[in-house]
C-alpha cells in the first residue's frame, strides 16, 4: 500500500554524479563519433581507386556510407534530445521566464519540428539556438550523403602492347641487272658507262595505286587508307611517332604563260581520237599550250557537230623530272608531276567558241616525304592526328652505285658532276643508293625520344616502281585497243576526256574531271600509298593500352555536413553538461518525470487553470498563458517551478485585458 505523502527528501544541493547519469549519452556520442569516423576513413581509402577493388559486393559504397550515416545521425539526436531536455530546467533555473518557452523546449527535445520553433523564438540569439540548429541539420545529412560517392570513368594504362605500323624502310618490288644491258651516261667531262637495270613493280604497290582511285578511297569513309594498328582493349594512346609517307598536292598554274596555236588539220587537229579511226574533213583549230602539257580542239561552240569527233574537255600529262615541272621545281623528292588542263568553263557552260575561251590548268604531284603522328584508339576506332610534314632530301643519298662502291676511281669527279647535275628521281635505269628523307630534330616536339626515326630509306626499286605504275594509270594511251584495228589511229600517251573506248575504259580521265577538288584527290592517293608503305615495313611504334575502368569519386564538400553536425552536437553537449554542473542541478534531461515530481506550487497551477481555460475562447489569454513568468526555485521543499506575476492573479489579468 502507497504511503499517503511523500517522504520529505532534504533540499541541500548536491553534486550530481555526471558520468553516471550521463553515460548513455556519452555512449551515444562515442558512437557518433566512431560512425563518422569510420565513414571517412572507408572513403579515404577508396577515394579514386577503381570499383572493381570494392570488396563487399552484395552491399555498395553507397550502402555501406548511408548506413555509418544513420548510426552516426540517430546516435547523435537521441544525444541532442537529452542535451535539449537539460536545458530547459538549466534555462529556468538561471531566469524567469514564459511558460510558452518551457512548451518550446520540451518540444525541441522531441525532434526536428519543435526544434524549429524554439529556434524561431531564440532568433539565434542565445545558446539554446545551437542545439535545435543542430537537430535540424541532422535531416540534411542523408542525401548529402548519398551525394558524397558517385563514379567517373577514367582510361588506365593497362599494358605496352599495342603497336602502330611505320615505315622506316621502304622496299618494294625488285629490280636486277639487264643482261648485256650498258648505259652511256653523259657528263661535262664525257660519258660514263653503267650497267642498265629491269625495274619490276611491286603488284601491291600497283594495286595500291588504283585503290587510291577508287570511289572508298576519295569519299573518305571509314576505315578507307587507314594504317594498321592493333589495339585490344579498344583504347590505346601512341605518343609522337614518325614514318615515311607519300605526300601529294596540287597547284593552280592558270596564270602560267599558256601560248595559243591555231591552224588546220585533220585528226592531229584535236585531242580526242575517234574508235574506229575515222575523222571529219580538214578544219581549223586551236591548240592551248603549257610547259609539256596541251590541250586541243576544233574551233566553234561546244554544240557544233564533229562527229564522230567528241569535244575535249580535259587532258592530263605526267612528267618525272622536278625540274621541268611548273610549281614543284625546288621539291627534289617529287616522284612524278600531272599537268591537267581543262576547257574553259565558258566553252562548256556558256556557249563560247573554242577559239575564245581560255583553259584552266592544274599541275599536281606525288612526293616522298616523312610524316610525324600522334594517334589513339577510342572504342575501336583509329584515328591519326599529323603533328608534321618534312621533304628534306638528304644530299648525300641517291647517289649512283657505281659511285658509291668504287668513290676513289680516276674519274671521281665525273661521278660527283652526274649526281650533281641529275637529282630528280626520274628515268635513271641504273643502280642508285636509297632516297633518304630527313627529319630535323629541332622541328619535332621536344623533348624527341632517341628511338623515333629521323632518317628514312625508300629505295630505288620502290621510285621506280611507282613511277612504273603511274605511267599505267596516267599515260595509258587511250586508244591502244584501236590500233589492231586501224594502223592510222595515232597513239597518245597522255589522258583525254571524254574516253573513247568503253571497252578498254581508263577511268582515271573520268575521275579527274568529276574530281571538285583535285587536292583531295590526290592527297587521298598518297594516303593510300603511304598505307602501303607502312604495311610493308617490319617496324611498328609502340603505344599504351588503355581500359575504361569507373572510379569511386569522393566530394568531401558533402560529407563536411556530417562533421559539421557531430561537431557541433559535441559542442553543444558538452556546453549543456558544463552549464549543468555549474548550478548543481540534478540531471533530469527530457523525462516527464520532474515535471510531474518538480512542477508547479499550488499557486502557480490554480493561475495556470484559469489562463488554460480562458485560451480556448481568447487570444489574449493565450498570451497570458505563454507569458506567464515562472522559474526553478530551490524551495524549502525542494526545487519547484515558482510563478512571478507581482501579486496579481490570473483572473484580475484576464479581466484587464
Not at 563560247?352 to 616525304?369: F, I, M, Q
Amino acid at each position: 500500500m502507497y504511503p499517503q505523502t511523500p517522504p520529505e527528501y532534504s533540499n541541500i544541493a548536491r553534486r550530481p554524479p555526471l558520468l553516471s547519469t550521463w553515460a548513455l549519452e556519452i555512449g551515444g556520442l562515442t558512437l557518433s563519433i566512431a560512425a563518422t569516423v569510420a565513414a571517412a576513413v572507408v572513403l579515404w581509402l577508396y577515394d579514386g581507386h577503381p570499383l572493381e577493388k570494392w570488396g563487399f559486393f552484395a552491399l555498395s559504397l553507397n550502402t555501406v556510407i548511408s548506413a555509418l550515416g544513420v548510426v552516426s545521425r540517430a546516435s547523435l539526436a537521441f544525444v541532442l534530445s537529452s542535451a535539449i531536455g537539460q536545458h530547459k530546467w538549466n534555462w529556468f533555473r538561471k531566469q524567469h521566464d514564459g511558460l510558452g518557452v518551457f512548451n518550446k523546449f520540451d518540444g525541441a527535445s522531441r525532434g526536428p519540428w519543435g526544434s524549429l520553433g524554439l529556434l524561431w523564438w531564440s532568433k539565434a540569439l542565445n545558446w539554446a539556438s545551437l542545439g535545435a540548429f543542430v537537430t535540424i541539420i541532422t535531416l540534411l545529412v542523408d542525401p548529402f550523403l548519398q551525394a558524397t560517392v558517385s563514379l567517373s570513368g577514367q582510361s588506365v594504362v593497362v599494358g605496352t602492347a599495342n603497336t602502330v605500323q611505320v615505315a622506316d624502310y621502304v622496299h618494294l618490288g625488285k629490280q636486277t641487272r639487264t643482261r648485256g644491258g650498258v648505259l652511256s651516261l653523259t657528263v661535262e667531262e664525257g660519258s660514263l658507262k653503267v650497267d642498265q637495270i629491269t625495274v619490276f613493280p611491286d603488284f601491291a604497290l600497283t594495286s595500291a595505286f588504283a585503290d587510291g582511285l577508287s570511289p572508298r578511297s576519295l569519299s573518305g569513309a571509314p576505315g578507307a587508307a587507314t594504317a594498321r594498328a592493333e589495339c585490344s582493349t579498344g583504347n590505346c594512346t601512341w605518343p609522337l611517332y614518325t614514318t615515311a609517307a607519300l605526300c601529294g598536292r596540287c597547284n593552280d598554274v592558270s596564270q602560267s604563260d599558256i601560248t595559243r596555236h591555231t591552224g588546220e588539220g585533220f585528226r592531229e587537229a584535236t585531242d580526242y581520237s575517234p574508235p574506229d579511226g575515222s575523222f571529219f574533213g580538214s578544219n581549223n583549230f586551236t591548240s592551248y599550250n603549257l610547259s609539256y602539257g596541251h590541250i586541243m580542239h576544233f574551233n566553234g561552240p561546244i554544240t557544233t557537230n564533229y562527229s564522230p569527233f567528241k569535244p575535249v574537255r580535259l587532258t592530263a600529262f605526267m612528267n618525272h623530272n622536278h625540274r621541268t615541272s611548273i610549281s614543284f621545281r625546288d621539291l627534289n623528292t617529287t616522284v612524278a608531276t600531272l599537268l591537267i588542263m581543262r576547257a574553259g568553263a565558258d566553252y562548256e557552260n556558256n556557249g563560247a567558241n573554242w577559239e575564245d575561251s581560255l583553259p584552266t590548268a592544274t599541275e599536281c604531284g606525288l612526293y616522298v616525304c616523312a610524316k610525324a603522328y600522334r594517334a589513339m584508339t577510342i572504342n575501336g576506332i583509329f584515328n591519326e592526328t599529323e603533328v608534321g610534314t618534312w621533304a628534306i632530301k638528304d644530299s648525300r643519298s641517291w647517289r649512283t652505285a657505281e659511285h658509291e662502291a668504287h668513290p676513289h676511281l680516276p674519274d671521281d669527279t665525273s661521278w660527283e658532276s652526274y649526281d650533281r647535275q641529275n637529282t630528280s628521281l626520274g628515268d635513271d635505269l641504273f643502280y642508285r643508293t636509297d632516297l633518304q628523307v630527313v627529319i630535323p630534330a629541332a622541328e619535332l616536339p621536344q623533348p624527341v625520344s632517341e628511338s623515333i626515326p629521323l632518317v628514312f630509306n625508300i629505295t630505288q626499286a620502290t621510285i621506280q616502281g611507282m613511277r612504273e605504275a603511274m605511267s599505267g594509270l596516267f599515260e595509258a594511251s587511250q586508244v591502244a585497243a584501236s590500233l589492231t584495228r586501224d594502223a592510222f589511229v595515232p597513239v597518245k600517251p597522255y589522258l583525254v576526256y571524254p574516253n573513247n573506248n568503253d571497252e578498254f575504259r581508263n577511268d582515271v580521265p573520268d575521275i579527274l574531271y568529276n574530281s571538285t577538288n583535285l587536292t583531295t584527290t590526290f592527297e587521298g592517293l598518297a594516303r593510300r600509298l603511304s598505307v602501303q608503305f607502312r604495311d610493308s615495313a617490319a617496324a611498328v611504334s609502340n603505344g599504351t593500352e588503355e581500359r575504361f575502368v569507373l572510379h569511386f569519386k569522393v566530394d568531401w564538400r558533402f560529407f563536411l555536413l556530417l562533421v559539421i553536425t557531430v561537431l557541433l552536437g559535441c559542442v553543444y553537449f558538452a556546453g549543456v553538461l558544463v552549464q549543468t554542473y555549474r548550478l548543481r542541478l540534478p540531471s533530469w534531461k527530457e523525462s516527464s518525470y520532474p515535471t510531474l515530481a518538480y512542477g508547479l506550487d499550488d499557486y502557480t497551477q490554480s493561475q495556470l487553470r484559469v489562463l488554460q481555460e480562458a485560451s480556448y475562447k481568447s487570444r489574449d489569454a493565450v498570451r497570458q498563458r505563454d507569458g506567464f513568468q515562472v522559474g526553478l526555485v530551490n524551495t524549502d521543499n525542494g526545487y519547484r517551478l515558482v510563478s512571478q506575476q507581482g501579486g496579481h492573479d490570473a483572473t484580475e489579468i484576464i479581466m484587464r485585458k
